[in-house]
């Protein structure tokens, strides 16, 4: 059984790099979730594709924070001239089903990605 | 205002039934309540997942009440490896987007020998 796996587990990048993280979901799931975590919080949701449409970005996302899903397979979350607030885990989930009156949110989550900002 | 409530801390003992309640005042007619569990450094892990009434697994026991403005995760018998952070959801697809995606602080379980 192959779950959500992403790339890399953690990144340590220096003030004002561009870094770019992989989410790889489960195979026949339509939804891709990304979200952020930092020490003691919950995630905190970014964004999150049915297939290849990005659907919603939360209104705290940046500019500096790009996501894309080109095929409806995988997807890339990029963050431009990262700044030490940027440090945190980032989360990718997937989800298997949706209806019209409503998802069920079974969410399945992925490792994380580190990221450090020095 | 944050959509659901739920305890910041509760403590247990080993072979105890654990009960962590979330409140959803707000909960809209197509919301569904999802449950996850997170260890640290690792992902938030579904757990289940109720509309109305009651829902088992082999995991837990969801009850919610016929208002559904709130629910009650049951853990039973827990063990040391039950510690962790609990995690109420409520959402659905109903006008709302990803307004339900919303995990808060969650609800810290510690078990104890």
Redesign the interface.
Known sequence: DTGVSQDPRHKITKRGQNVTFRCDPISEHNRLYWYRQTLGQGPEFLTYFQNEAQLEKSRLLSDRFSAERPKGSFSTLEIQRTEQGDSAMYLCASSPRTSASGTSYEQYFGPGTRLTVT | LAKTTQPISMDSYEGQEVNITCSHNNIAT???I?W?QQFP??????II?GYKTKVTNEVASLFIPADRKSSTLSLPRVSLSDTA?Y?C?V????GG??D???????THLIIQP
């Open positions: 197509n919301d569904y999802t996850y450094s690792q992902g938030p892990r579904f997942q952070v995690y959801l959402g659905g697809d109903s987007g990803a339900g995606l919303t995990f808060g602080k969650g």
